[in-house]
Protein backbone atom coordinates (compact mmCIF):
# COMPACT_ATOMS: atom_id res chain seq x y z
CA UNK A 1 0.00 0.00 0.00
CA UNK A 2 1.60 3.16 -1.09
CA UNK A 3 1.80 5.97 1.55
CA UNK A 4 -0.65 8.30 -0.24
CA UNK A 5 -2.84 5.35 0.45
CA UNK A 6 -1.84 5.18 4.07
CA UNK A 7 -2.55 9.04 4.49
CA UNK A 8 -6.32 8.79 3.47
CA UNK A 9 -6.82 6.55 5.90
CA UNK A 10 -8.12 6.64 9.33
CA UNK A 11 -6.45 5.48 12.36
CA UNK A 12 -8.90 2.44 13.12
CA UNK A 13 -8.48 1.71 9.52
CA UNK A 14 -5.13 1.39 9.30
CA UNK A 15 -5.15 -0.76 12.71
CA UNK A 16 -8.27 -3.10 10.74
CA UNK A 17 -5.83 -3.40 7.91
CA UNK A 18 -2.35 -3.89 10.01
CA UNK A 19 -4.10 -6.66 12.33
CA UNK A 20 -4.49 -8.78 8.61
CA UNK A 21 -1.15 -7.97 7.02
CA UNK A 22 1.72 -6.27 9.46
CA UNK A 23 2.59 -4.70 7.15
CA UNK A 24 5.60 -2.82 8.17
CA UNK A 25 4.48 0.34 6.74
CA UNK A 26 1.06 0.90 8.42
CA UNK A 27 2.92 0.30 11.54
CA UNK A 28 5.26 3.49 10.51
CA UNK A 29 2.46 5.09 9.63
CA UNK A 30 0.90 4.86 13.02
CA UNK A 31 3.56 5.45 15.13
CA UNK A 32 4.29 8.99 13.14
CA UNK A 33 0.68 9.83 14.23
CA UNK A 34 1.38 8.85 17.37
CA UNK A 35 4.07 10.36 18.11
CA UNK A 36 2.60 13.54 19.78
CA UNK A 37 1.30 11.34 22.40
CA UNK A 38 5.23 10.77 23.70
CA UNK A 39 6.00 14.44 22.75
CA UNK A 40 2.74 15.20 25.37
CA UNK A 41 3.91 12.77 28.37
CA UNK A 42 7.55 14.07 27.88
CA UNK A 43 6.67 17.89 28.19
CA UNK A 44 4.35 16.58 31.35
CA UNK A 45 6.99 14.87 33.31
CA UNK A 46 9.95 16.71 32.16
CA UNK A 47 10.66 18.08 35.48
CA UNK A 48 11.26 13.95 36.68
CA UNK A 49 13.33 13.45 34.89
CA UNK A 50 15.42 16.68 34.26
CA UNK A 51 19.01 16.24 34.77
CA UNK A 52 19.88 12.48 34.03
CA UNK A 53 18.02 12.15 30.31
CA UNK A 54 16.52 14.69 27.55
CA UNK A 55 13.12 14.99 26.36
CA UNK A 56 14.81 13.30 22.70
CA UNK A 57 16.00 10.28 25.02
CA UNK A 58 12.08 9.94 26.51
CA UNK A 59 10.39 10.01 22.87
CA UNK A 60 13.16 7.91 21.30
CA UNK A 61 12.29 4.90 23.73
CA UNK A 62 8.50 6.32 23.44
CA UNK A 63 8.24 6.08 18.99
CA UNK A 64 9.75 2.08 20.32
CA UNK A 65 7.08 1.98 22.79
CA UNK A 66 4.25 3.04 20.07
CA UNK A 67 5.35 0.08 18.16
CA UNK A 68 5.37 -2.92 20.47
CA UNK A 69 1.84 -0.89 21.79
CA UNK A 70 0.49 -1.65 17.86
CA UNK A 71 1.30 -5.05 18.00
CA UNK A 72 0.18 -5.91 21.11
CA UNK A 73 -3.24 -3.47 20.91
CA UNK A 74 -6.39 -5.02 21.12
CA UNK A 75 -9.38 -2.60 20.56
CA UNK A 76 -11.95 -5.49 21.75
CA UNK A 77 -10.01 -5.50 25.20
CA UNK A 78 -8.48 -2.42 25.53
CA UNK A 79 -8.97 1.27 25.90
CA UNK A 80 -8.92 3.61 22.77
CA UNK A 81 -5.32 3.37 21.97
CA UNK A 82 -4.66 7.32 22.42
CA UNK A 83 -5.32 5.94 26.04
CA UNK A 84 -3.63 2.79 26.09
CA UNK A 85 -0.07 4.09 24.53
CA UNK A 86 -0.71 7.22 26.95
CA UNK A 87 -0.54 5.03 29.88
CA UNK A 88 2.35 2.88 28.88
CA UNK A 89 4.45 5.77 27.72
CA UNK A 90 3.84 6.87 31.56
CA UNK A 91 4.68 3.93 33.03
CA UNK A 92 7.50 3.79 30.52
CA UNK A 93 9.32 7.21 32.11
CA UNK A 94 8.55 5.96 35.42
CA UNK A 95 10.96 2.83 34.90
CA UNK A 96 13.54 5.13 33.29
CA UNK A 97 13.57 6.98 36.34
CA UNK A 98 13.66 3.95 38.53
CA UNK A 99 16.44 2.31 37.01
CA UNK A 100 18.50 5.29 36.08
CA UNK A 101 17.64 8.08 38.36
CA UNK A 102 16.07 7.73 41.46
CA UNK A 103 19.43 8.74 43.22
CA UNK A 104 21.44 10.80 40.48
CA UNK A 105 24.51 9.18 39.11
CA UNK A 106 28.15 9.88 41.57
CA UNK A 107 25.70 11.42 43.89
CA UNK A 108 27.62 10.85 46.96
CA UNK A 109 30.78 12.54 45.24
CA UNK A 110 28.68 15.65 43.70
CA UNK A 111 27.08 15.59 47.28
CA UNK A 112 30.63 16.47 48.50
CA UNK A 113 31.39 18.67 45.84
CA UNK A 114 28.50 21.31 46.51
CA UNK A 115 28.74 20.91 50.11
CA UNK A 116 32.58 22.08 49.42
CA UNK A 117 31.34 24.60 47.34
CA UNK A 118 28.57 25.88 49.18
CA UNK A 119 31.14 26.23 52.51
CA UNK A 120 33.90 28.10 49.83
CA UNK A 121 31.44 30.69 48.57
CA UNK A 122 30.15 31.65 52.21
CA UNK A 123 33.55 32.06 53.19
CA UNK A 124 34.54 34.53 50.56
CA UNK A 125 31.19 36.46 49.96
CA UNK A 126 29.65 36.17 53.14
CA UNK A 127 26.74 34.76 52.60
CA UNK A 128 25.50 31.45 51.14
CA UNK A 129 24.90 30.92 47.55
CA UNK A 130 21.33 30.56 45.51
CA UNK A 131 21.13 27.16 43.20
CA UNK A 132 21.59 29.52 40.64
CA UNK A 133 25.29 30.89 41.90
CA UNK A 134 26.35 27.55 43.15
CA UNK A 135 25.80 25.98 40.22
CA UNK A 136 27.68 28.54 37.95
CA UNK A 137 30.50 28.47 40.22
CA UNK A 138 30.53 24.18 39.62
CA UNK A 139 29.94 24.66 36.26
CA UNK A 140 26.72 22.14 36.86
CA UNK A 141 23.39 22.46 35.66
CA UNK A 142 21.19 24.31 38.56
CA UNK A 143 18.76 21.25 37.94
CA UNK A 144 20.88 18.27 39.07
CA UNK A 145 22.27 21.08 41.83
CA UNK A 146 18.73 21.60 42.86
CA UNK A 147 18.38 17.67 42.88
CA UNK A 148 21.21 16.64 44.53
CA UNK A 149 20.36 19.16 47.43
CA UNK A 150 16.77 17.40 47.19
CA UNK A 151 18.07 13.88 47.79
CA UNK A 152 20.67 15.05 50.15
CA UNK A 153 17.43 16.62 52.52
CA UNK A 154 15.38 13.31 51.89
CA UNK A 155 17.89 11.04 52.97
CA UNK A 156 19.23 13.47 56.24
CA UNK A 157 15.33 13.80 56.77
CA UNK A 158 14.28 9.82 56.53
CA UNK A 159 17.88 8.57 58.44
CA UNK A 160 17.37 10.82 61.46
CA UNK A 161 13.67 9.84 61.54
CA UNK A 162 13.86 6.65 61.42
CA UNK A 163 17.02 5.73 63.36
CA UNK A 164 16.31 7.72 66.44
CA UNK A 165 14.01 9.01 68.74
CA UNK A 166 13.00 11.89 70.32
CA UNK A 167 15.11 11.25 73.23
CA UNK A 168 18.44 9.84 70.72
CA UNK A 169 18.37 13.02 69.08
CA UNK A 170 18.74 15.23 72.52
CA UNK A 171 21.37 13.41 73.16
CA UNK A 172 23.31 14.24 69.83
CA UNK A 173 22.79 18.12 70.31
CA UNK A 174 25.68 20.41 70.68
CA UNK A 175 25.58 24.09 71.52
CA UNK A 176 26.08 25.49 67.41
CA UNK A 177 22.78 24.74 65.42
CA UNK A 178 24.75 24.67 62.23
CA UNK A 179 25.19 21.09 61.48
CA UNK A 180 27.97 21.28 59.30
CA UNK A 181 29.58 22.59 62.54
CA UNK A 182 28.31 19.02 64.33
CA UNK A 183 31.18 16.75 63.96
CA UNK A 184 28.71 14.16 65.44
CA UNK A 185 26.09 14.63 62.87
CA UNK A 186 27.92 15.41 60.19
CA UNK A 187 29.34 11.93 60.29
CA UNK A 188 26.27 10.30 60.88
CA UNK A 189 24.51 11.81 57.99
CA UNK A 190 27.07 10.92 55.56
CA UNK A 191 27.10 6.69 57.27
CA UNK A 192 22.63 6.97 56.72
CA UNK A 193 22.99 8.25 53.59
CA UNK A 194 24.65 5.52 52.30
CA UNK A 195 22.65 2.64 54.62
CA UNK A 196 19.61 4.21 53.16
CA UNK A 197 20.21 4.05 49.96
CA UNK A 198 20.81 0.56 50.20
CA UNK A 199 17.80 0.21 52.08
CA UNK A 200 15.79 1.81 49.66
CA UNK A 201 17.53 -0.51 46.81
CA UNK A 202 15.57 -3.34 48.71
CA UNK A 203 12.01 -1.71 48.07
CA UNK A 204 9.60 -2.98 45.65
CA UNK A 205 9.64 -1.06 42.76
CA UNK A 206 6.05 0.96 43.18
CA UNK A 207 7.41 1.50 46.98
CA UNK A 208 10.71 2.87 45.73
CA UNK A 209 8.74 5.18 43.15
CA UNK A 210 6.42 6.68 45.33
CA UNK A 211 9.78 7.23 48.42
CA UNK A 212 11.50 8.91 45.10
CA UNK A 213 8.39 11.05 43.72
CA UNK A 214 7.95 12.58 47.10
CA UNK A 215 11.01 13.23 48.87
CA UNK A 216 13.11 14.01 45.64
CA UNK A 217 10.75 14.96 43.01
CA UNK A 218 8.65 17.07 45.87
CA UNK A 219 5.47 15.51 44.54
CA UNK A 220 2.48 15.63 46.84
CA UNK A 221 0.28 13.00 46.88
CA UNK A 222 -2.38 13.98 44.43
CA UNK A 223 0.31 14.46 41.90
CA UNK A 224 2.22 11.27 42.36
CA UNK A 225 -1.21 9.23 42.14
CA UNK A 226 -1.92 11.36 39.23
CA UNK A 227 1.51 10.32 37.75
CA UNK A 228 1.35 6.70 38.79
CA UNK A 229 -2.39 6.40 37.86
CA UNK A 230 -3.18 4.84 41.24
CA UNK A 231 -5.72 6.13 43.48
CA UNK A 232 -3.99 8.82 46.48
CA UNK A 233 -4.86 6.24 49.11
CA UNK A 234 -3.15 3.54 47.21
CA UNK A 235 -0.40 5.78 47.10
CA UNK A 236 -0.65 6.07 51.12
CA UNK A 237 -0.52 3.00 51.14
CA UNK A 238 2.78 2.92 49.45
CA UNK A 239 4.63 5.75 51.42
CA UNK A 240 3.28 3.85 54.55
CA UNK A 241 4.58 0.52 53.91
CA UNK A 242 7.74 1.99 52.23
CA UNK A 243 8.82 4.16 55.40
CA UNK A 244 7.83 1.19 57.60
CA UNK A 245 10.25 -1.59 55.76
CA UNK A 246 12.79 1.24 55.81
CA UNK A 247 12.91 2.15 59.58
CA UNK A 248 12.75 -1.63 60.09
CA UNK A 249 16.48 -2.02 57.60
CA UNK A 250 17.71 0.91 59.71
CA UNK A 251 16.64 -0.55 63.00
CA UNK A 252 18.09 -3.74 62.07
CA UNK A 253 21.75 -2.24 61.48
CA UNK A 254 21.97 -0.44 64.44
CA UNK A 255 21.94 -4.11 66.32
Known amino acids: MGSEALAEKTNEELFSVYRKTHDPAIRQELTLRYVYIVKA ?10 GSMQPEDIINEGVIEIMKAIDRYDEERDNKFETFISRRIRGMVIDLIRKNDWMPRNYHKDRRTIDDARDAYTRKNGHAPTDEELADSLHMDVKRVQKI ?14 TYDDQDQAL ?28 IDQLKDNEKMV ?3 YYVEELNM ?13 VSQLHSSAIKKLKKYMADQEM
Open 211 to 213: ISL
Open 172 to 199: LQVPTKNIDEQPEKSFLRGEMTSTLAHA
Open 149 to 162: QRMQTMTNVLSLDM
Open 41 to 50: VAYQMRDMYT
Open 222 to 234: NQIAEVMEISQPR
